[in-house]
């Protein structure tokens, strides 16, 4: 992979390039009527949903953590407290997570936080040779090497996804 940077510099790709760390810009012209952001992103780039990462801002133990996990599922929040060594864990506020990342919602990216949080990456991920996860603002993903991310994140990986069921 290549690196990008453009004009289109966000924390996230700043600290890529600081870390020498090889990816791809993939900028895509954001709809504000979309519901789901990475949907919207794997949609919109043809990227197989699975190899899509949004990034969710939790609650643990009053302490805010990050979770990294498909756009294709859904977060379990039981399987990323025992990743983080807690009971449970809650969605974060979303004012908070904004207060805390330096993002706004639908822009979160995990790299390149203005405080970063303890880090815990969906398993899923080390099946891809790249996956996509928020490159700072609503219409940008960076794709790089999972490996990249848990080492730029020091994150935990652990199977914390859980699949959509079908609603009859």
């Known amino acids: 992979m290549a690196k990008k940077m453009a004009s289109q510099g966000t924390p996230a790709t700043a600290a890529l390039a600081a870390a020498g760390v090889s990816f791809v810009l993939r900028p895509y012209v954001h709809d504000p009527a979309a519901t789901s952001y990475g949907l919207e992103a794997a949609e919109v780039l043809g990227i197989e949903p699975a190899r899509v990462f949004k990034t969710l801002m939790v609650e643990v133990e009053a302490r805010l953590a990050v979770a990294i ?9 039981k399987s990323v407290a025992a990743a ?12 908070a997570a904004e207060r805390r990342t330096g993002y706004v919602l639908g822009g979160i990216s995990p790299l390149g936080q203005r405080q ?53």
């Open 84 to 95: 983080l060594g807690a009971k449970k864990a809650a969605m974060a506020d979303p004012r």
């Open 116 to 168: 970063p949080s303890p880090t815990v990456l969906d398993a899923s991920a080390l099946a891809f040779d790249a996956i996509l996860v928020s490159g700072g603002r609503r219409g940008l993903d960076i794709e790089l090497a999972p490996t990249d991310l848990v080492r730029l994140t020091n994150a935990t990986v652990a199977a914390i996804k859980t699949t959509p069921t079908a609603q009859g």
């Open 69 to 77: 996990v498909p756009v294709s599922g859904n977060l379990d929040l």
